[in-house]
Every structure is written in structure tokens, then in C-alpha cells.
């Protein structure tokens, strides 16, 4: 895909934040996904609008290279970035310190970090200060230190600690050498998804939002950054969180 406008990724572009605003993105125009699943059947871009699919595991460091030709030349301006894990069949989020096992741990460092780096090792030739980039990582209030009142869940909260350190790094670095890049990471808000499903029974019913309208905020505060906003920790209304 070569579009003439500049192109918006999403990547873990099959969950269900990431499914919501690439039917977003699409109605807007150029759009890359990337995701583990092939590009679902089921949608299409509007006459006009480009839809580039990229399959790729970006938690493995193979990827970079992967993704890298794949978007060749591409002009990207913006970037949502995803990818996110909280539990799976095995594994629920932990409550005391002898549930926390190494190896799910390195499993949730994949997904809540190594998956932004590598996406952004994959872009970063093409930030540059002729073409600026607002990036937003999914990340969670639960990731916030000063906001830890309740502990538990340690490898998510862990997990999402390092993805706001790393944020706040790559903030340092393409201010460098792309100072009208806005990097940022935001809390969602707590959405009906697959991450968020064993735990919403304990929630008011206006606490829990579709995936659609969180994707209807997300893409308000991409469209609303600001350099204010940069190296910082988001709400989903666009206010800065505690790190
Ligand atoms: N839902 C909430 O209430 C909530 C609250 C706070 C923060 N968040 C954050 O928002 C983001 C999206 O969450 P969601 O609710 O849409 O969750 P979801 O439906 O479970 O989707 C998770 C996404 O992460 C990717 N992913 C999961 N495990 C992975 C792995 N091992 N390696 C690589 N990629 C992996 C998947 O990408 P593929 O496309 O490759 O399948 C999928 O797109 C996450 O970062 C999550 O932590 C969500």
C-alpha cells in the first residue's frame, strides 16, 4: 500500500479495543493493522480508503524486521498501539505474592511491553522531523505506582509500570529527533472485552463502557494531543494520570 495521506496503525488490531477503532479508522482513511489473526473477512474500507494488513506476532523480536519491509516507505502520523494480556485459560491475575510465577510474568512483559517496543523499533526510521508521529499506548491506571492503593495483580500492574517507563524514554528520544512527535500511553477506561469479562460483575453498570464508545474516546484524544500531553500518562478523556 502506498496511500497519498498519511496512514493510521493499529496494532493487536483483532482484540476488541483494537477491532473497535480500526472500524473507526477505517471510515477516516489509509489504515494499517497489524495482528496474530489474518485481516477479517468481514470488513471493508469506504471506496477511496486504504486498509493494509500486516500478520505478524509483533511479542517476538523477529517481528521488527517483519513489519520494517512490510511498511517500507508508508507514511504513518499515527499509531495505537494495542497489544495487552491480563490473563488467559491458565492464568488469572494473581492475589498474593506466592501466585506470582515467573514465567507468566515474562508472558505479560511480552505482550504489555515488548509488543509496544518492537512496534516502535519496526517505525522508528520513519519518525523523523519531516514526518511527525502521535503515538498512544494502551496502557492502564492499574500501571499507575502512585495509584496503587489496592496491590495484587502484579504482573499486569508490573507489566504496565514498564510500558509507562518505556513510554516516558521514548518520548526523551524522538523529541530529539522528531520534536512535533507526541508519545503518550492512556487508560481505555474499563471496556467490555475478552480482558475485562471474569472481572465485570463486580462493576456498576456505568463504569463499564462498549468497545465502541472507548474507541470513539481514544480516537478524540489522538486527535485532540497535544505537546502537553507528551511523555505522559493519559485518562481516557485526554486528563493526565499520576505515573
Ligand atoms: N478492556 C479493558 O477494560 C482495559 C482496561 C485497561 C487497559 N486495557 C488495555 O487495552 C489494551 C486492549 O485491551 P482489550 O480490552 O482490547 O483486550 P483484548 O480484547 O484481550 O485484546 C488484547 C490484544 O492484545 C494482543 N495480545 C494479547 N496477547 C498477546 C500476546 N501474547 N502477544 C502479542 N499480542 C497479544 C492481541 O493482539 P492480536 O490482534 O494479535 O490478537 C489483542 O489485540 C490492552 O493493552 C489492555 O491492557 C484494557
Known sequence: MHAEAPATLIAGSHGGIG???LQTQLQR????????????AQLTPPAGHVWQHIQADLSDPASVAAVQTQLAEQPIARVFACSGILHDAQHQPEKSLSQLHSEWLLTSM????????????????????????HWLSLSAKVGSIEDNG????????????ALNMW??????????KS?????A???????????????????AQDQLYSAELTAQRLSRVMDELSP?????????DGSILPW
Open 19 to 21: 477491532q473497535a477503532l
Open 29 to 40: 482513511g489509509p489504515v494499517i493493522s497489524i495482528s496474530r489473526q489474518p485481516q477479517p
Open 110 to 133: 511480552r505482550s504489555n511491553v515488548l509488543s509496544h517496543v518492537h512496534l516502535a523499533q519496526a517505525l522508528s526510521k520513519q519518525v523523523s522531523k519531516r514526518s511527525p508521529v
Open 150 to 161: 489496592l496491590g495484587g495483580w502484579y504482573s499486569y500492574r508490573m507489566s504496565k509500570a
Open 167 to 176: 513510554i516516558k524514554n521514548l518520548s526523551i528520544e524522538w523529541q530529539r
Open 179 to 183: 520534536p512535533d512527535s507526541i508519545v
Open 185 to 203: 500511553a492512556v487508560h481505555p477506561g474499563t471496556t467490555d472485552t475478552e480482558l475485562s469479562k471474569p472481572f465485570q460483575s463486580r462493576l
Open 228 to 236: 502537553a500531553q507528551h511523555g505522559k500518562l493519559l485518562f481516557w
